[in-house]
Every structure is written in C-alpha cells, then in structure tokens.
C-alpha cells in the first residue's frame, strides 16, 4: 500500500450530522418535522458553503451553520425562541460518529498510517464533536480549512491546504470524504480518493471515478489492510 496519510472529511463522513433532528425534536414537536427541518437545514448549509466560496465573500462556521438553521425554521414555518435557537447551535458540537467509525479508525492506524482531519468547520467545532463522538484520539491532526483557508470544499485552497498538513508526497496521500462533490475538488487537485457512499447514491457522470467507493469507512479500512498485506 502506498499511503502514509489518510485526510478524512468530518460532517457526513465521520459523524452524522442528521442526528441534529433528536435535538429538534422537543422543540417543533414531532419527528417527521425535525426530519425534515434537519434535512432542509443541511441542504441550505451546503449550498451557502459553495456559493459564499464561490463568491469569496468567506462566512465562517458557526455563523453560517446558523443562518442556515434560521432558513430551514423559514421554509418550515416554525418560530423558535432566541433561547431555542442557541440550545440547538449548541448541540451542534455533538454529533454521534457512524457506528462503524471508531472500529475503522483504529484498524487504520494499526496500519501505521497518520490520520487527520481536513474539514469546513472550526477547529473548536472539530475538537468537540470529535471528543463527543469518541474518535479524537485516532487523529494526528485537526485542521480547520474553513478558517485556514478562509474557503469552503471543493475550493482548491483546500485542497492545496490538505497537501501542505499531510506533510508527504500528493501520492503518498488519500482524501477520503462521503460527499461525490468533494471527491470532484479532490480529484481535480490530483488527489487518490475514497469515497465512503453510505447513501449508495449514484456518480455523477462527469468523468470523476474515485479510486475507491465503498459503503462505509469500515470497508475501507478492510481493503487497505488487503492490500498491506498483499504488498
């Protein structure tokens, strides 16, 4: 195998973003509302990463994770309180990692390989919903591309930013992410990739093949210790 660094995405890779909607919950009342409000909120979060950064007008996290919560409430109809709305920005530094996550974490780095993270929010926010989620300890890097870069995936400054904090070869690093558009910056940048597709969504066909796609980090972590062992 010929990776010495794994640079991991975090939000939807590593732990469950979607898992905000039991927080929701007591608030709006039901749970197929805080299924959709938590569904809604990401989506919106999403799409203003990409054009704020297209439009270099940088909104850091947790500001933007919040405009975009008071979008959803929006769409949806709902008034929540200022206390309410603090309340559930709060729990959004704890967040449950999948639970094939630890036990993948710790099968790579008995491979020897260095594991960091390389993802849109703050560097607080990473170090919390990290230790929350138990995994933190796997990690030889926590790296905020939202504040270091002052850009949001799938900038290039990001990825340029992975290289330089993987501290080895382009080749010798694989950027692994649940996200096909993430996967797109990271191959344009002509980054090996992984792409751990829980959702089994299909690729856009646009030309980007992963080097791997898998279902889960656990199957990724399996197919590296094959090839470990293969070599």
């Known amino acids: 195998m010929k990776y010495k660094v794994l640079l991991f995405d975090s939000w939807g890779t590593l732990v469950d973003n979607y898992s905000i909607s039991e927080v929701l919950e007591p608030y709006v009342g ?8 938590s569904r809604d909120w990401r989506f919106q979060q999403k799409w203003a990463m990409f054009y704020v950064t297209l439009s ?9 994770t919040e405009a975009a919560l008071r979008w959803a409430l929006d769409y ?7 206390k309410a709305i603090a309340d559930v920005m709060s729990q959004y530094h704890k967040l449950r990692a999948y639970p094939d996550v630890p036990g993948a974490l710790r099968k790579l780095k ?6 960091k993270i390389v993802a849109n929010p703050t560097r607080q926010m990473l170090l919390d919903h990290t230790e929350y989620a138990g995994i933190q300890e796997y990690f030889d890097d926590i790296i905020s591309s939202g504040e270091e870069a002052r850009a949001f995936k799938p900038s290039p400054k990001v990825f340029s930013l992975g290289v330089r ?3 080895c070869k382009k080749s010798e690093v ?19 990739t992984a792409w751990t597709n829980r959702a089994r969504h299909p690729a856009l066909p646009i030309g980007v093949t992963p080097t791997y796609t898998v279902p ?6 399996n197919a590296l210790a094959r090839e470990r062992r293969a070599a």
């Open 56 to 64: 270099d007008r940088f909104v850091p996290h947790p500001g933007l």
């Open 174 to 192: 694989l950027w692994v992410t649940g996200h096909f558009w993430e996967i797109t910056g990271a191959d344009t940048a002509g980054l090996d």
């Open 76 to 82: 949806h109809h709902v008034k929540l309180s200022e």
């Open 30 to 37: 039901e749970s197929n509302l805080s299924n959709e409000i």
């Open 216 to 221: 889960n980090l656990a199957a990724l972590a």
């Open 165 to 167: 904090k993987a501290g």
């Open 110 to 115: 008995s491979l020897g390989l260095k594991l």
